[in-house]
């Protein structure tokens, strides 16, 4: 079980943040708060995807001279797909949190605070 | 003549893409450039969409390779009967509310005009690309763009919006990263993204552990995003207090295309062997899209505001769409592809009128709309049909698309679900009545009233024709629909639903 | 049966449909314009309906297919006997509650006479709709339609109780909607058609069970806009309406439409064979049965005068579905003659109480004495109606009543003829008390001595359908041939050939 546990160490860390971010999101009661408890979930998927394309000891997928001749030997070579594609969820990540920070700006120039139960009271005062 | 039609498909996506981006620096220097300008895009992308219908009808599934790249390598975009007729819809409505939003905008956020039209063009082509997308990471991408300019839109507008659009933000978030991770996992297994690939690789694989937690992701990340009960937590306040154009826009079209992506993956990207016989997600499905139809009616009956009723019957109408992709026959399967259609037009027309009377009363308490019908009668004319539509009176549209979601029930022999059926539209009779009622009958408050609140002293004051026309435009939609409903499934959603049902 | 494909029952469907919408962009500010839309219409109406008569009376079958409506399903319009009884009376009765309501509603100054108008246009159009209905779908949309576009009539006068009254009514008829929404779907399921068959089209489909619950279903649906108990409360409800829309309740359109619909189900659906099979047509006719001995009781304790004739209504109606439940051949005879004749005796009956209620503000019983001195022709309209109804001859209600009598005895049930006679001696017992109030008891204070008659615009239709009444006794062929056109739907249904 421990064994099982530590050969896929990986996992169980992205498995760990994603639920410390979940926790972040949910639990928390600041805006800027949630927003980086999403920011740890996005980060968790981010390292799940480049832990499921790399290998121990292989190399960027780029055929040398001595590949060409011969056979390619499929071990030596990560997958770099998924690395690649995390480039684009990277920059999604990135446009999400700036769309999140600005609404965040919106928020406190509005309700001059970022807790959610103070935004809340603030609302059912004003009756909006 | 045929070669370029094929362009249609990658057209409609380039086209707003591109005009998205000229708006914003065209608009810089002259701020009424941006209206026509979407217009043209949205105009173009209609027309292409016509084109790929036509070119679909006649030649069956077509395949386009970005860049020349032949799949699984590179990006496809594919078109079947199913998403042809999704991007007729697509284009058509936002066509029509491009329209309309000039003058709803102008008075509700006139400082930001130039970055809202390049944004809704942008959502818009989020919305295209979902569709027609062969991709599983590409739908990714585009879910991305449509979602993070579906909260900007929905941010700019009243009091409440920022704070329903953080909540926006973060659930949104966590259903695309649901169905991101979705990706990973079948990707693990199977090594390609490729939707056509993956279908006629996972059969032999739909046994494996990481496969059925992709799918389960897949589902949970996509009921999120349609807002799917009891998911649904984000969606009332962002509709609500979104600008009436951007509520216009996002609610006949999102919630849709997730449950187009829906249908793409439980019944093309699996085979609906795996999503029915295998495991029971369907039959899970059917329950919940039933909770979700009797509480959204329910919770739409006890509002008093006509934007945050229309979001709960939102949601129970995205219950009606799931129930019949639950359904998973024929005439279910029927019913909720041409409910997602109906929906689409009937919610837009009532948000339309919502934003028309907005426009007009600054209002949206339905308390307060005594004697509307004879301030803005044609208004009004168009919100009696479409909540007739919704409550399922023949010969709308939502009549016929009740009518083959009850074959389907009795079909799948789920008496149950006949119930919820036929309740819900007795529930929406209810809250529909209620505004009509409020409308068309009781004196107006004499506050519209010169003349001590006297029944003819009110004037008409319709609405401008720029936004009276596309109301009145979607309204007849909502009727066409209806009459030739027929037509549509015979030609199109015939060809949609999957063979083997 | 010969089949004549042909455009005018669309035509005669569509005219008033058209008609509705010039009514309301015409508006208030030319309300000649108006009316002549609805006049123009009804008589236009009225002849393309009529010019089918001679088709019907040789034995076609006038069909136009709309467009096809769902996989296997048409939107299609078919023309025979029973339905032609329907639409001819609807448009029939059309033309006389035009020039009624005109009197009516410019008498009593009523707002929103243009809403009235459309509505009123729209509800006709889904009334030879239904009558003209290929099948089950096709009479589904036009009945809600129908009960969509008589709701603005209900609510009309927009007061807290006639906004209750509409709520009512549309509780009732929308789950009766869903009702038969779901046994459509359910037949559609069992048999792959919805095509209304003389003579039913379901024996030998599903199983007992299931098409004894779709027989309930239907009832169900249909006996609400029927008025058959415990689903006619809205009916006295709906009585805050204007007189002129309680008489296209009545007489004309809706509640017809909700017998006809029944009848449609009981022959056309389900059919004689089917019912005997099952044994379900006596358990139907004792329920009904119910309804016409209690709302008999129940019309004696009114004092509004409207009241009384909702009352009546209910149980009239449920002596059609009588007739059609006993499946004999006099019986049905009688149920559908009785269908076209109520309406005239009973339209008589509203526009006489419209009448009074325009002239002198009167609405209860208890008000009507000594009236009949001023009012004479409106009274003895309403004596023959009265009569009509109870089945004294020679008005043509006794020609119906005869032959449901005479299928009574045929089906073998003596209950039926009992209950029959005695609704009938009901009749007489609510009805006659207000013709001798009217005629020979001591005035009231505020009644006129001498003659002093509502509008021309009332009393010419409500002396007129009378004066039809009568003749329609004397010779029940007359005009328009309600009888021939009926036996042959019976014929028809039964199988018994053309003859």
């Not at chain 2, 029915?276 to 739409?300: E, F, K, N, R, Y």
């Not at chain 3, 009938?424 to 006659?432: G, H, K, R, S």
Request: hydrophobic share 55%.
């Amino acid at each position: 079980m421990v064994e099982y546990i530590i050969s896929k160490y990986n996992y169980w860390v992205y498995i760990f943040l994603m639920m410390l971010g979940l926790y972040g999101m949910i639990g928390k009661r600041n805006l800027v708060k949630k927003l980086i408890g999403m920011n740890i979930f996005q980060v968790a998927i981010i390292l799940f995807y480049i832990s499921i394309g790399s290998k121990v000891g292989a190399s960027i997928p780029i055929l040398t001279a001595e590949d060409l001749h011969g056979m390619a030997d499929p071990v030596k070579y990560m997958n770099s797909l998924p690395h690649v594609l995390m480039l684009t969820a990277i920059v999604v990540g990135i446009a999400t949190t700036g769309v999140a920070l600005a609404i965040i700006i919106m928020i406190y120039n509005r309700y001059k605070t970022l807790a959610e139960d103070e935004i809340l009271e603030i609302r059912k005062k004003t009756g909006a | 003549m045929r070669y370029g039609y094929e362009q249609c498909i990658v057209l409609i996506v380039v086209v707003p893409l591109i005009t998205s981006f000229l708006a914003a620096l065209l608009g810089w220097f002259k701020r009424w450039l941006c209206y026509p300008l979407v217009l043209a895009a949205l105009g173009i992308s209609f027309l292409c969409s016509l084109g790929i219908l036509d070119l679909v009808m006649e030649r069956g599934t077509i395949h386009y390779w970005q860049g020349g790249w032949e799949p699984p390598w590179g990006i496809e975009y594919v078109v079947d009967h199913l998403n042809a007729f999704m991007l007729v819809m697509l284009t058509f409505i936002a066509l029509v509310v491009a329209i309309y939003s000039k003058k709803s905008v102008e008075q509700e956020i006139p400082e930001k005009l130039v970055p809202y039209y390049s944004i809704f063009l942008l959502m818009v082509t989020g919305l295209i690309g979902i569709t027609v997308t062969g991709d599983l990471f590409n739908v990714f991408v585009f879910l991305e763009i449509a979602s993070l300019t579906a909260y900007a839109l929905i941010a700019v507008g009243e009091d409440g919006a920022p704070m329903a659009a953080f909540n926006y933000v973060i659930m949104g978030t966590v259903g695309a990263c649901f169905y991101y991770l979705g990706i990973g996992y079948v990707y693990i297994v199977t090594g390609s993204l490729n939707m056509a690939d993956l279908s006629q690789m996972l059969p032999g694989l739909y046994h494996n552990k990481a496969v059925l937690v992709g799918f389960a992701l897949f589902t949970v990340g996509i009921a999120v995003k349609m807002g799917l009960f009891p998911l649904h937590v984000w969606l009332p306040d962002s509709y609500t207090y979104a600008p009436s154009a951007s509520s216009a826009v996002i609610a006949p079209m999102f919630t849709k295309v997730m449950a187009y992506l829906m249908v793409r993956i439980f019944f093309t990207l699996f085979k609906p062997h795996f999503s029915i016989d295998l495991i029971p997600i369907t039959q899970i499905l059917t329950w919940v899209a039933a909770g979700g139809i009797i509480a959204g009616s329910i919770l739409a009956i006890a509002q008093t505001d006509l934007k945050r009723m229309l979001a709960y019957s939102s949601i129970a109408n995205i219950g009606y769409i799931v129930l019949g992709i639950g359904l998973a026959n024929r005439m279910g399967l029927t019913g909720g592809l041409l409910h997602i259609l109906n929906h689409a037009f009937m919610k837009g027309t009532l948000f339309l009128v919502a934003g028309g009377i907005m426009y007009k009363m600054g209002m949206r308490d339905i308390t307060q709309f005594r004697g509307l019908h004879k301030k803005m009668p044609f208004t009004m004319g168009a919100f009696t049909i479409a909540a007739l539509s919704m409550i399922g009176i023949p010969p709308t549209g939502g009549f016929f698309s009740k009518f083959y979601l009850v074959l389907g029930a009795i079909d799948a022999k789920q008496w149950a679900f006949i119930v919820v059926l036929l309740v819900s539209s007795l529930l929406n009779a209810v809250y529909f009545f209620r505004i009509i009622e409020n409308a068309y009958l009781e004196p107006p408050v004499t506050a519209y009233a010169t003349d001590g609140g006297t029944h003819e002293e009110i004037k008409r004051d319709e609405l401008p024709l720029s936004m009276l026309i596309p109301t009145l435009i979607m309204a007849t939609g909502v009727v066409l629909l209806g009459i030739f409903n027929e037509r549509i499934i015979a030609f199109i959603i015939r060809f949609a639903v999957p063979a083997s049902f | 049966m010969e089949t004549v494909y042909s455009i005018k029952p669309l035509l005669a469907v569509l005219v008033s449909l058209i008609a509705a919408p010039l009514i309301l962009l015409t508006g208030e500010r030319q309300k000649n314009l108006r009316e002549f839309w609805t006049i123009l219409a009804a008589v236009i109406k009225f002849s393309i309906v009529v010019s089918m008569v001679p088709l019907v009376l040789g034995g076609k079958v006038i069909e136009y297919t709309i467009l096809p409506i769902a996989p296997g399903l048409l939107l299609q319009l078919r023309v025979e006997p029973f339905g032609m009884v329907f639409a001819l009376l609807s448009s029939t009765l059309w033309i006389a509650t035009s020039f009624y309501s005109i009197g009516y509603m410019r008498g009593l100054k009523e707002h929103a006479q243009t809403r009235y108008f459309f509505a009123f246009a729209m509800c006709l159009s889904s009334a030879i709709g239904i009558a003209f209905s290929a099948n089950l779908l096709t009479l589904f949309i036009f009945y809600e339609i129908l009960t969509i576009s008589t709701w603005p009539l209900v609510i009309h006068k927009e007061t807290k109780e006639a906004i209750v009254g509409g709520r009512k009514y549309l509780f009732y008829t929308l789950i009766a909607g869903t009702l038969i929404l779901f046994s459509a779907a359910m037949i559609y399921h069992l048999t792959g058609t919805l095509n209304f068959t003389p003579g039913g089209f379901l024996a030998g489909h599903g199983t007992p069970a299931m098409l004894t619950l779709l027989l309930i279903t239907l009832i169900l649906g249909f006996g609400v806009k029927a008025g058959i108990m415990p689903m006619h409360e809205w009916l006295p409800t709906a009585m805050i309406a204007p007189t002129p829309v309680s008489a296209l309740l009545h007489a004309v359109a809706v509640v017809k439409a909700g017998v006809f619909g029944c009848l449609r189900v009981i022959l056309y659906v389900f059919g004689p064979k089917a019912l005997t099979d099952l044994q379900l047509w006596l358990p139907l006719a004792y329920f009904v049965s119910f309804t016409i001995l209690a709302a008999g009781l129940l019309a004696l304790g009114q004092d509004h005068l409207k009241r009384r004739l909702a009352f009546s209504t209910v149980n009239c109606l449920s002596i059609m579905v009588l007739g059609a439940a006993l499946l004999s051949k006099s019986s049905i005879t009688g149920g559908i003659l009785h269908m076209a004749f109520h309406g005239f005796m009973k339209i008589t009956l509203f526009f006489c109480a419209g009448a009074i209620y325009v002239k002198t503000h009167k609405e209860y019983v208890s008000q009507l004495d000594g009236l009949g001195r001023q009012m004479p022709l409106t009274f003895g309209a309403f004596a023959i109606g009265a009569m009509g109804l109870a089945g004294v001859p020679p008005v043509n209600g006794f020609i119906s009543k005869w032959f449901l009598c005479l299928g009574a005895l045929e089906a073998k049930e003596i209950v039926f003829l009992v209950i029959l006679l005695t609704s009938a001696l009901l009749d007489v017992a609510f009805f006659f008390p207000i013709i001798y109030k009217a005629f020979f008891k001591k005035p009231l204070d505020d009644v006129k001595p001498h003659f002093d008659e509502a509008p021309m615009f009332m009393v010419v239709p409500l002396t007129l359908t009378a004066i039809i009444s009568v003749v329609l006794g004397i010779a029940p062929d007359a005009g328009v041939h309600f009888f021939r056109i009926a036996k042959l739907a019976v014929n028809s249904i039964l199988g018994l050939g053309a003859g």
